[in-house]
């Protein structure tokens, strides 16, 4: 089992940044991909960064070059970085963890088993 616990979220006005945090615990050793994710309000969830063991990253296209991805192993800990925040990234946002290891890993929500109870991001306008 992996829990996932994530902070940083807030509301900001449109150009702002935050820097969410995904605190993991638990047999982490279980899994080589972490993800980012976000849902608003009557939408599908969306992945929207990747990062694997490795540290290597993948982003979806809405955030990349806004968005960065990153994972402090010795503290068992994933952040993202979200600059030149705008409202449509208004979401709740979930870090996740994949069941197993993965050869490629994306932030397609498929082999995406534990996921945290989510931090609430706001952008105004």
């Known amino acids: 089992q992996v829990q996932l616990a994530e902070s940083g979220g807030g509301s900001v006005q449109s150009g702002g940044s935050l820097r969410l945090s995904c605190a993991a615990s638990?047999?982490?050793?279980?899994?080589?991909?972490m993800g980012w994710f976000r849902q608003a309000p009557g939408k599908e969830r969306e992945g929207i960064a990747a990062?694997?063991?490795?540290?290597?990253?993948s982003y979806a296209d809405s955030v990349k070059d806004r968005f960065t991805i990153s994972q402090d192993n010795a503290k068992n800990t994933l952040y993202l970085q979200m600059n030149n925040l705008k409202p449509e990234d208004t979401a709740m946002y979930y870090c996740?963890?994949?069941?197993?290891?993965?050869?490629?890993?994306?932030?397609?929500?498929?082999?995406?088993?534990?996921w945290g109870q989510g931090t609430q991001v706001t952008v105004s306008s």
């Open positions: 990062i694997d063991s490795d540290g290597s990253t």
């Open positions: 996740a963890a994949t069941y197993g290891w993965l050869l490629v890993c994306t932030s397609d929500p498929g082999p995406f088993g534990y």
């Open positions: 638990g047999h982490t050793y279980s899994s080589n991909c």
